[in-house]
């Protein structure tokens, strides 16, 4: 489950692709769930349902 200001990471699968990283910024679900809008290191911002390839990280108490 995520909150607003967690990151989201989505871990590559394919060698030579970098992880995407970003910042939730909405949370669009129930009880903290997806989809998440998320604003990515590039600037790009997408509406996102992440698969098992993609972790919650909650900065504020350093927990994923």
């Not at 607003?4 to 009880?31: M, N, P, W």
């Not at 604003?39 to 350093?62: A, C, I, N, R, W």
Request: charged content about 25%; overall charge negative.
């Amino acid at each position: 489950m995520a909150e607003i200001g967690d990151t989201l990471h989505i871990h590559s699968r394919a060698v030579g692709i970098k992880d995407r990283v970003g910042e939730i910024v909405e949370v669009h679900g129930t009880d903290g769930g997806p989809p998440y809008l998320v604003k990515f290191e590039d600037g790009t911002q997408s509406l996102v349902f992440p698969g098992p390839d993609g972790m919650v990280e909650h900065p504020k108490d350093g927990t994923a």
